[in-house]
């Protein structure tokens, strides 16, 4: 691949292509505020899962989802039902207290 200048007609070609692009303001928009992500921003991470604001029907799933698998695992010591629990169960239980924050006021 030669390094030197286009020739004329891809040069024109070239041209056109750089001026349709120059009058379209929502691209000219997108790439000024264009950032790089190289992975989620941690430093926003506390504030956002502090913000979570669950619904009761959600904590009431959680819940009872919780109990019966805490149930299953008492009654079959079946190791993934007991692992569920332990991924289920910090969930539930945030999700209710900032429920239970939420509706008292605090």
């Known amino acids: ?3 030197g200048r ?4 891809e040069q024109h070609i070239l041209d056109g292509i750089e001026r349709a692009l120059s009058h379209d303001r929502r691209l000219a928009r997108r790439l000024r505020t264009l950032r790089v ?3 989620p921003d941690v430093t926003r991470l506390p504030a956002r899962i502090m913000s979570c604001r669950p619904r009761g029907l959600t904590v009431v799933f959680l819940l009872a989802l919780s109990v019966a698998l805490m149930v299953t695992g008492i009654v079959t010591s079946a190791p993934w039902a007991i692992w569920t629990f332990a991924a289920v169960w910090p ?5 209710a207290f900032r429920l239970l924050c939420r509706w008292s006021g605090g």
């Open 91 to 95: 969930p539930a239980l945030f999700a």
């Open 37 to 39: 992500r190289r992975g």
């Open 1 to 3: 691949m030669s390094i």
């Open 6 to 9: 286009l020739p004329d007609h």
